[in-house]
């Protein structure tokens, strides 16, 4: 694939894993997760879908962009330090990788109105 960015959700849910995002996202009719990871609230990282593959999480941008899931509904609640921590990770390592131009939230009310989108972008070069 050719990424030139990354999108980044939120589950709208509690703390859960990718293989249960997965069972979510096919039961919708889709062929597993859309998402090419997903962090936790404890910081760990779970792959999604694989990265050589497009992805189902952003309309229009799904060949484009690598999609980025933190657990959580950031709606009601910030993320924890350490989900926020692995994510300027993975967006650092993705950036060096593929050569990463974008990091765009989903819509403007997803990754949720208490995500320190503006923090996230400062830290990884933004």
């Not at 849910?13 to 069972?23: F, G, K, L, M, N």
């Not at 889709?30 to 910081?43: P, T």
């Not at 939230?105 to 830290?123: A, D, I, N, S, Y």
């Amino acid at each position: 694939m050719n990424w030139t960015g990354i999108v980044i959700h939120h589950s709208l849910s509690h703390d859960v894993s990718a293989e249960e995002i997965d069972r979510w996202h096919k039961k919708r009719g889709w062929r597993g997760i859309g998402y090419h990871c997903v962090i936790r609230k404890n910081g760990k990282i779970e792959p999604g879908r694989n990265i050589t593959q497009q992805g189902a999480h952003a309309k229009g941008r799904n060949h484009t962009h690598i999609g980025i899931c933190l657990t959580g509904n950031f709606e009601r609640e910030k993320p924890p330090e350490k989900q926020i921590n692995s994510l300027i990770k993975v967006i650092t390592i993705l950036k060096m990788v593929y050569d990463i131009q974008k990091i765009e939230r989903h819509h403007e009310r997803c990754p949720g109105k208490l995500f320190p989108f503006k923090q996230v972008l400062k830290k990884v070069g933004e």
